[in-house]
């Protein structure tokens, strides 16, 4: 009884210690969402292209990194929001994925709601496993999802690829987004989460596709929410992208991938793909 006492009191001084370490960080999120309301502001910052600069767009390659954009519609400083950025922060804090670290290896469920793998099971040998969490009603993760089909497909001879599907980021019952191209409410079982998931395979169908357990242990183990991408390598984490959506950088996978494919390419190079 005493060490069960003991094991909540270190939990309860935890949680308190995170708060306040994180309340600064979750204070200038805050501030920043209240001055994003302010459409002046926003139009400086996040703006949706207009129909001349979307046209343009098609003459060259598209970016890696579409720019955030936020219609006028959306309120960016709500109850909901301040819940939504809080809960990411938290999983952020806590996660156990750090670069240099053991990756970690909780379960996924697969489409068909039957198999549950591991994470790691999707790595093959010593090729590079590269770790993609999102959700459909996330727009700048699923603007990029074409982008990371892009990057599949042209680093498929040395690197694996694995989207992993996680809570939904703007539920219709949550911190709503009308730029969402879903209406996905929070899900309530594990079959609410496997039926929206069947959405993002529409998106991405050439990529392998795994789902979270209703606990969300990968979501809080990686620090994934609201998105996020990783490099795993023999069991290693060896590259950790920032938090969505600011810190989702495709730009930067690719340039990662680039200088590890130099490397093998290199004349003294010795690397074993299985």
């Given at each position: 009884m005493?060490?069960?006492?003991?094991?909540?009191?270190?939990?309860?001084?935890?949680?308190?210690?995170?708060?306040?370490?994180?309340?600064?960080?979750?204070?200038?999120?805050?501030?920043?969402?209240?001055?994003?309301?302010?459409?002046?502001?926003?139009?400086?910052?996040?703006?949706?292209?207009?129909?001349?600069?979307?046209?343009?767009?098609?003459?060259g390659p598209p970016p890696d990194d579409p720019p955030v954009c936020v219609s006028d519609s959306n309120r960016m400083f709500t109850l909901e929001s301040l819940k939504a950025v809080w809960h990411g922060q938290k999983l952020d804090f806590f996660k156990s994925a750090h670069v240099g670290s053991p990756a970690p290896n909780p379960e996924v469920i697969q489409l068909d709601g039957q198999k549950r793998l591991r994470i790691l099971d999707f790595a093959r040998g010593k090729r590079p496993l590269i770790l993609n969490f999102g959700s459909c009603t996330c727009p700048p993760f699923m603007a990029r999802l074409r982008s990371f089909r892009r990057l599949a497909a042209h680093f498929v001879d040395i690197a694996d690829f694995l989207l992993v599907y996680i809570e939904e980021a703007h539920p219709s019952d949550g911190?709503?987004?009308?730029?969402?191209?879903?209406?996905?409410?929070?899900?309530?079982?594990?079959?609410?989460?496997?039926?929206?998931?069947?959405?993002?395979?529409?998106?991405?169908?050439?990529?392998?596709?795994?789902?979270?357990?209703?606990?969300?242990?990968?979501?809080?183990?990686?620090?994934?929410?609201?998105?996020?991408?990783?490099?795993?390598?023999?069991?290693?984490?060896?590259?950790?992208?920032?938090?969505?959506?600011?810190?989702?950088?495709?730009?930067?996978?690719?340039?990662?991938?680039?200088?590890?494919?130099?490397?093998?390419?290199?004349?003294?190079?010795?690397?074993?793909?299985?």
């Open positions: 005493l060490h069960s006492l003991g094991a909540h009191t270190l939990q309860l001084l935890t949680q308190a210690a995170a708060c306040i370490l994180l309340f600064p960080r979750f204070l200038l999120t805050a501030v920043m969402l209240w001055l994003l309301d302010f459409l002046c502001i926003r139009k400086k910052m996040l703006t949706m292209p207009t129909a001349e600069e979307a046209a343009g767009a098609g003459e911190w709503v987004s009308s730029d969402a191209a879903y209406s996905i409410p929070k899900h309530q079982c594990l079959q609410d989460r496997l039926r929206a998931a069947q959405l993002m395979r529409e998106g991405a169908p050439d990529c392998p596709l795994a789902v979270d357990t209703m606990d969300n242990a990968s979501s809080a183990a990686y620090g994934a929410y609201f998105e996020r991408l990783y490099v795993i390598q023999e069991e290693k984490v060896m590259y950790q992208g920032g938090r969505g959506p600011e810190g989702y950088k495709i730009s930067e996978l690719r340039s990662w991938l680039d200088q590890y494919k130099t490397r093998l390419q290199s004349p003294g190079a010795v690397v074993i793909q299985v």
